[in-house]
């Protein structure tokens, strides 16, 4: 997915691994969040980020104990 910039995009994934019904929630071991590249909506030039960028993983935002 796309967001105007890392911190919208933290926020977004950070609500979907905390709702019970993803399976970012479910396995949240398995899934991290990267910045691959940056998207300037003036020029339309993508740049890409290498090495992507981790920005978070999905454990960060499950509360241990509230998994059924």
Known sequence: F???NEDMAIRWFGAVC???ET???KFP????LFCVGFF???TALITPVIPPNELSKAVDFVLVGTKE
């Open 40 to 42: 300037d909506d003036t």
């Open 23 to 25: 399976e970012l929630y």
């Open 29 to 32: 071991g398995d899934m991290s």
């Open 2 to 4: 796309f967001a105007p």
């Open 18 to 20: 905390s709702d019970p």
